[in-house]
Nanobody, 127 residues
Framework: QVQLVESGGGLVQAGGSLRLSCAAS????????MAWFRQPPGKEREFVAG????????SYVDSVKGRFTISRDNAKNIVYVQMNSLTPEDTATYYC????????????????????WGQGTQVTVSS
């Protein structure tokens, strides 16, 4: 069982920045692709960014490319997403997700490919 705990959410003005962190339990963290999803109010959950176990591959939804950066520290079992130039459209609950252990170097975008989820952290961007 893997537990994921997100932190770093909050209220920020448009144009501002936040960094979300997700701390994971377990010994297989470095073998798991990790991702951030978000769910805006009244909308479906969507993929935001993902990173392979080694950190060598990343993937972003088009709407955050150039503004968000995903990274990971395998020594600390933490995955981050640095969010810059935030807009009100980024307002959502952000979820950290972990794929199966030894999930190779691919970075899937479907939520069904992720087996563990955090409880979510709220990000609100005011205009």
């Amino acid at each position: 069982q893997v537990q994921l705990v997100e932190s770093g959410g909050g209220l920020v003005q448009a144009g501002g920045s936040l960094r979300l962190s997700c701390a994971a339990s377990g010994r297989t963290f470095s073998t798991r692709t990790m991702a951030w999803f978000r769910q805006p109010p009244g909308k479906e959950r969507e993929f935001v960014a993902g990173i392979s176990g080694s950190g060598g591959s990343t993937s972003y939804v088009d709407s955050v490319k150039g503004r968000f950066t995903i990274s990971r520290d395998n020594a600390k079992n933490i995955v981050y997403v640095q969010m810059n130039s935030l807009t009100p459209e980024d307002t959502a609950t952000y979820y950290c997700a972990a794929a199966r252990a030894y999930s190779a170097g691919n970075v899937p975008r479907r939520s069904d490919d992720y087996v563990y989820w955090g409880q979510g952290t709220q990000v609100t961007v005011s205009s």
